[in-house]
Nanobody, 127 residues
Framework: QVQLVESGGGLVQAGGSLRLSCAAS????????MAWFRQAPGKEREFAAA????????DYADSVKGRFTISRDNAKNSVYLQMNSLKPEDTAVYYC????????????????????WGQGTQVTVSS
């Protein structure tokens, strides 16, 4: 069982930056592929970024590509989302998610690929 706790959300002006953090419990964090999803008011949850346990390039939604960067620190059991050039449309609750260990099923942009979810952190971008 993995528990995920997000932090770092808040209110920022358009064009600003925020860094989200997700701390994971457990001793095998390096075995989990991790992702960030987001859900805006009245909208469905959508994929933002993913980073695989096996390495390789990260995956990004087109809407955040070039502005957001996902990274991980296995020694700290943490995954991060650096968000730059924020826009009002980035306003959402951001969720951290983890696959089962050594997941290799692909579809990292689909929420059904993930078995563990955090409670979310609110990001609000003012215009």
């Amino acid at each position: 069982q993995v528990q995920l706790v997000e932090s770092g959300g808040g209110l920022v002006q358009a064009g600003g930056s925020l860094r989200l953090s997700c701390a994971a419990s457990g001793r095998t964090f390096s075995a989990y592929s991790m992702a960030w999803f987001r859900q805006a008011p009245g909208k469905e949850r959508e994929f933002a970024a993913a980073i695989k346990w096996s390495g390789g390039p990260a995956d990004y939604a087109d809407s955040v590509k070039g502005r957001f960067t996902i990274s991980r620190d296995n020694a700290k059991n943490s995954v991060y989302l650096q968000m730059n050039s924020l826009k009002p449309e980035d306003t959402a609750v951001y969720y951290c998610a983890a696959t089962r260990p050594y997941y290799s099923g692909g579809y990292y942009f689909r929420d059904y690929s993930y078995d563990y979810w955090g409670q979310g952190t609110q990001v609000t971008v003012s215009s």
